[in-house]
């Protein structure tokens, strides 16, 4: 009998993006039905969702860079690395609006799922981090990078379905590592320095997956470009 039980530990990140096409809960699916009702949905439909989700991902990211700012020591900012020693600024991506809109849809999905992988191991620092974070705003941006993370591996998973939608292409990932290693510092300005870059970064990828999405979300409504 305990080999017929279902497996449904890992399906609410990949509903999150279906379930408002069935009014069935993911608790009666298996992975595998969950999965197959991702699939039938309309690339259209994935793609608002993905939208709503990555707005939502770069709306935190920014709330926290802002929250962080508040209590940020000025020298701090002169002493932070330029953005192009971001662990993503290799990867070449269109530099606004306009570009985008001519890169073609699967290699602008491949963008997005390569930006949002290579924050899968930063966010496991600042999440760390944050717990003995130095600033009078800790718990609130503590609590902000656990929604962050939420958000981004149910992103990252409505991003898989996506990818398998629309061919070979897209479902290429650009390896991105992060070497910045998992201590931000032992004192309290190096730590609040280093932090705040990683947020930095994180603030300015998430813009792009986020404008990339709503690119790729245009494209999908047929909306003329100059509507999106």
């Not at 992975?31 to 608002?48: G, K, Y």
């Not at 969702?49 to 707005?55: C, E, G, K, V, Y």
């Not at 966010?123 to 902000?144: D, F």
Request: aromatic content about 4%; overall charge positive; charged content about 20%.
């Amino acid at each position: 009998m305990q080999g017929r039980q279902h497996r449904t530990a890992n399906c609410g990140p990949v509903a999150a993006f279906c379930n408002s096409a069935s009014s069935v809960t993911c608790s009666r699916f298996t992975v595998l039905c969950v999965v197959t009702m991702c699939r039938a949905v309309p690339i259209s439909d994935l793609l608002e969702r993905a939208s709503q989700h990555s707005d939502k991902l770069h709306s935190l990211s920014t709330m926290l860079t802002q929250e962080l700012d508040s209590h940020f020591p000025p020298f701090g900012r002169v002493s932070m690395p330029r953005p192009s020693m971001c662990h993503t600024s290799a990867l070449q991506t269109p530099i606004d609006k306009e570009r985008a809109l001519q890169v073609p849809e699967s290699d602008l999905l491949s963008l997005a799922r390569s930006l949002l992988q290579a924050w899968s191991d930063p966010l496991v620092i600042l999440s760390s981090s944050a717990n003995s974070l130095p600033h009078p705003a800790q718990s609130s941006i503590s609590n902000k990078i656990q929604e962050i993370q939420e958000y981004s591996k149910n992103l990252k998973d409505g991003l898989d379905i996506l990818s398998s939608k629309m061919g070979p292409a897209a479902q290429t990932i650009t390896s991105l590592p992060y070497r910045g290693g998992t201590d931000l510092g032992q004192d309290r300005i190096t730590k609040l320095i280093n932090f705040n870059f990683l947020l930095s970064c994180l603030r300015r990828d998430s813009h792009k997956i986020d404008s990339f999405l709503k690119v790729l979300r245009c494209r999908a409504a047929k909306m003329q470009p100059e509507m999106c």
